[in-house]
């Protein structure tokens, strides 16, 4: 099985500078568990944030 079989074509991606609430919000309104973390100013990629991170400290 291919890779590409199983994940999302289409990436979602949140600048680095967003909040956890915008980050959770994207998850739930694409119906997605990860964003990719986007350095805008430098072009880069950055770590990729997932649902159990987007809820904030102590998981809330």
Known sequence: M???EI???EVVFIGRNES???AARLMRQHH???LVVADRTGGRLLPV???SGARGP???
Do not use: F, K, N, T
């Open 2 to 4: 291919a890779i590409g």
């Open 32 to 34: 997605i568990g990860s």
């Open 49 to 51: 944030v997932d649902a």
């Open 20 to 22: 956890v609430a915008d």
């Open 7 to 9: 994940c999302s074509r």
């Open 58 to 60: 102590g998981g809330r």
